[in-house]
């Protein structure tokens, strides 16, 4: 199926789809089609971008930052995008293809953006790389996988050492009758790779068909039987590293210098006493933290009946038993057949993005709804983030003069920068005889500024709280 088929769906292709998780990159054009609201922005400053939008129908007290998301399906371009708490633009980048895992890291003791880039290649597999992006949006590197394989969607997470852990799903052949299926048959391979970043060395790998059996499996047959599909990499406090694979319903802790199994939490040989109300299935992002609690996006078993959910559970090694500490579905329940993801924000609350519904949610510890927000064209996301960010383009701000009657307005807008807190118009008859006329407050993407007459060449600064000139656009001319 190709992003310009139009038949529809049954029931088993949509199951066959979430088995893959990547595969919602190839569904055909009536899952994603937008209805006959638009579902994306457009900008008299920035004609060329066309961001998703997002309607925000709770804020109460969030935590600090911004909302870091991407969409792979619904209306307007695909890209990177930076929200405000109002859902309001603050950064997009637009890319021809397709741009997911987009997130704030940390690398060379310096904050970064990162998020994998490229295209699916057929169903259950994707090819790209993974990027780190500085504050001014310029692009430090590119990570690629080694060993003649190719990076995929899932995971890329940089460590304090230098490194990343990136996922690979590679297609292989293997005996698959012990499933019921056949000798020879196509299977993914999935695949864990610590990179060093800076020479690409490939410092660790581990390959799902040498640890886990095809007997673990819950995915149906398909031709290729992707029967682990890891979909996170975390490092756990002793350094060992903690994966999540959606076709096992499990969660893994690998020995990171043999790649041994160290125990399974979940699935059909989970080594936990699993407590009632702990279980998941189908799940995403499974993330440790240094209070020995795990989170992850339960997406369920597909059935209204089991709402998807963001969870934090309790793990004991020593006991060999997991409690439930708290669930998080969406107030309005939810099923989300792939994707999701469940970050832990300070506070203790979570921010979880539903995956292939279109929410994005962040609870307090309690539960209670603080932000939740919805894309508008009803796209899928594949993780949504919380976090602090600075940007600082290196490019100027940009605008469009228009004619209103008598008087010019000012359109103006800076891309990515989270310091503009005003605009200050400076008009005159030429360059030479520029003058401030005018000082407005900042008012989302692109600002307004209404003149009055319309004066020959218009410029704009971007001020920040204290009215520092943070940069000038270029001299316009209103248009006439």
């Not at 519904?357 to 709804?369: H, L, N, S």
């Not at 603080?370 to 490019?395: E, H, I, L, Q, S």
Request: proline share 6%.
């Amino acid at each position: 199926m190709s992003l310009t088929d139009d038949r529809t769906l049954s029931r088993r292709d949509l199951l066959a789809a979430a088995a893959v998780g990547a595969a919602a990159l190839a569904l055909p054009r009536s899952v994603w089609a937008a209805g006959s609201d638009p579902g994306y922005a457009t900008y008299l400053s920035q004609p060329s971008l066309k961001p998703p939008t997002m309607t925000v129908s709770t804020l109460t007290t969030p935590a600090p930052g911004y909302v870091f998301v991407e969409t792979l399906t619904g209306p307007g371009q695909r890209g990177p995008m930076i929200v405000d708490n109002h859902g309001q633009i603050v950064w997009f980048r637009r890319v021809k293809t397709f741009a997911i895992n987009f997130r704030t890291q940390v690398y060379r003791r310096k904050p970064v953006l990162t998020w994998w880039e490229g295209q699916v290649t057929k169903i259950g597999t994707s090819e790209g790389v993974n990027l780190i992006v500085d504050q001014s949006y310029k692009t430090i590197t590119r990570v690629a996988a080694g060993n003649g394989y190719k990076a995929d969607v899932h995971e890329f997470l940089l460590t304090p050492q230098g490194t990343a852990l990136i996922t690979v799903h590679a297609e292989t052949q293997a005996d698959t009758t012990s499933v019921g299926g056949r000798p020879g048959a196509n299977v993914l391979d999935s695949i864990v790779q610590e990179i060093d970043v800076a020479t690409g060395k490939v410092l660790f790998e581990w390959h799902s068909l040498d640890h886990i059996p095809f007997t673990e499996s819950y995915a149906p047959l398909l031709d290729p039987y992707d029967y682990f599909h890891v979909n996170s990499i975390d490092v756990d406090l002793d350094g060992n590293l903690v994966i999540s694979a959606k076709s096992t319903s499990a969660v893994y802790k690998l020995d990171r210098k043999t790649g041994a199994v160290l125990w399974r939490l979940g699935g059909r040989l989970s080594d936990f006493q699993i407590a009632q109300g702990a279980g998941f299935f189908y799940q995403h992002d499974a993330r440790t933290h240094p209070d020995g609690t795990l989170t992850l996006f339960d997406d369920g078993t597909g059935d209204a009946s089991y709402p998807s959910r963001g969870l934090r559970l309790r793990p004991d090694e020593q006991s060999r038993t997991c409690a439930l500490v708290a669930a998080y579905p969406h107030p309005t329940p939810v099923v989300a057949t792939s994707m999701g993801n469940a970050q832990d924000v300070p506070g203790g609350g979570m921010m979880v993005g539903f995956g292939d519904q279109p929410y994005v949610t962040e609870f307090g510890p309690a539960g209670d709804v603080r932000f939740d927000a919805k894309f508008d064209g009803n796209a899928w996301n594949y993780r949504a983030f919380r976090d602090v960010w600075v940007g600082r383009p290196a490019t100027v701000p940009v605008l469009a003069v228009t004619r209103s009657g008598r008087d010019a307005v000012v359109h103006v807008s800076w891309n990515g920068s989270t310091e503009t807190a005003y605009w200050r118009v400076e008009a005159g008859s030429a360059v030479a005889a520029l003058r401030p006329v005018r000082t407005a407050p900042r008012n989302g993407f692109e600002t307004s500024i209404r003149l009055s007459g319309v004066p020959p060449v218009v410029r704009v600064s971007a001020l920040d709280r204290s009215h520092r000139v943070l940069a000038t656009s270029k001299v316009e001319r209103p248009y006439i």
